[in-house]
């Protein structure tokens, strides 16, 4: 399956604040005891020191809704943190396959989240960089108190005051690589959510911090098949145009693959796109198939 690159897609997305934000760093005030009990992790970026959403704890947050979407479509994702489970575990049959054939094989086998966010048994084949804001965010400071789970009211001594990001805008990148229609749609699905507010991101998210609202998107699709003409999936034999509507086609600029860029484009037009997608279909596929290995 990652022998031969087939497509790639990278994804800007532009996320705005629309309550605070906080994504908390370990370190606390160990490094400087004036500080506040609780930091916003904070990284170099461009010559200053900036706060920053890691990369890791948006792919988290983006795999937990994307694996929930799958099961309201119908499919089955495993659960991640059991070491025994069938995408985790020991996959019958692969010991007897070609070596250049396992990793299709191991792909076949897997739940529809770890086809795409990847396990312990084969690698993710989504990847996103820690978002950085574009301008200077607007910082502010909010204060905590323990709650007494017997009375209901304030803990004596468990009074804490943590960072928080009042306002700011940040751009995260996303690069998938040999993904199928069905994967992009819900991911789109899941961008959607985190717009609408049904996703947030960060700590203290009970109590309404990191919600974030989705500015603006641009996509860049890379082909490494000449035949194909409009947008396709690695493995899938659909093949959605997006010439006439869009007036967009690949650009064969270089020898080895060519380019079809959306700029600027909402969820709503992409999931429009995706329409003729049948996720449910899919997922039944992959189910019955995973099945059949199983």
Known sequence: MFRELKNEAKLSVLLHTKSPL????????????????????????????????????????????????????????????????????KINGKADKPYEEQGEYVYRYVCPACKLFGSLNIASRIYMADAYPIKNCVMGERTGVGINRITGAAHKGALYDFEVVEDGTFQARITIKNYELY??????????DLDEGYVSIGAATTRGNGQMEVQKLDICFRDYRKSVKGWKGALDAQEISLDQKYHTAYEWKEPYFGEMVLQDRSIDEMLEICSEVDIQKKLEEETCRSEKLY
């Open 22 to 89: 906080t994504i908390r760093s370990v370190q606390g005030k160990l490094m400087d005891p004036t500080l506040l009990d609780m930091q916003c992790i904070k990284s170099r970026y461009h010559g200053e020191d900036t706060v920053v959403i890691p990369g890791s704890s948006l792919k988290g947050v983006l795999r937990s809704r994307y694996e929930n979407i799958v099961n309201l479509f119908g499919g089955k994702c495993c659960d991640i943190f059991d070491h025994k489970s069938k995408c985790n575990g």
């Open 183 to 192: 994967q992009m749609a819900l991911l789109f699905h899941v961008l959607k």
